[in-house]
């Protein structure tokens, strides 16, 4: 049953991977939070990231954050392309009359050695990031991460839409 069913986890630990990635890069929703911090209007307009501007980080903290994020997201988008063009590699051979599971199980190899680099980079790129950001605005990032990220309710191809495992552990979520 496990040769049947790996292809499908493969699949969703690329997707959930990439979705980790492209939902903690691009897709951070501010977060309401009072704050004793006077950050200019101006200072914030600045920081064009949506999570560092939820975490009101300042302008120092931004000078040192902006860099190194650029360099993360550029490297981890070079990856994400590469995963695309395996991923796009895979069905094609799966959908080819004639299916070479050496190849497909190669080629996901492949995929999980890139999701690998990736996950180091993401590990990376927070460890450098928690140096910099005040212990609240650590809490509020991880808490962050925790809500945002988790794996799928349902299994893939199920056509149920997941939720998040944390949404439906919390009862809020889940697509059964």
Known sequence: M??????YLIVAS???????????????????RASGESHTPAAQEAIWCPLHRALKVTEAQWKEIEP????????VGELCRQ????????????????????????RQGEILATKERIQRLVVDHLLAEKRVLTPEQQRQ??????????????????????????????GRGGGQ
């Open 141 to 170: 990032l991880f808490t962050m991460l925790r809500e945002r990220t988790g794996c799928a309710a349902s299994p893939p191809m199920s056509g149920n839409a997941g939720g998040g495992l944390g949404r439906t552990l919390r």
């Open 83 to 106: 995963t695309d063009a395996i991923r796009s590699e895979v069905i094609d051979l799966i959908a080819a009359d004639e299916t070479d599971l050496n190849a497909i199980l190669a």
């Open 68 to 75: 190194r994020l650029r360099d993360f997201q550029a490297a």
């Open 14 to 32: 690329a997707a959930l991977n990439m979705a980790f990635v492209a939902m903690w890069i691009a897709h951070a929703a501010p977060l309401e």
């Open 2 to 7: 496990w040769k049947r069913t790996r292809p």
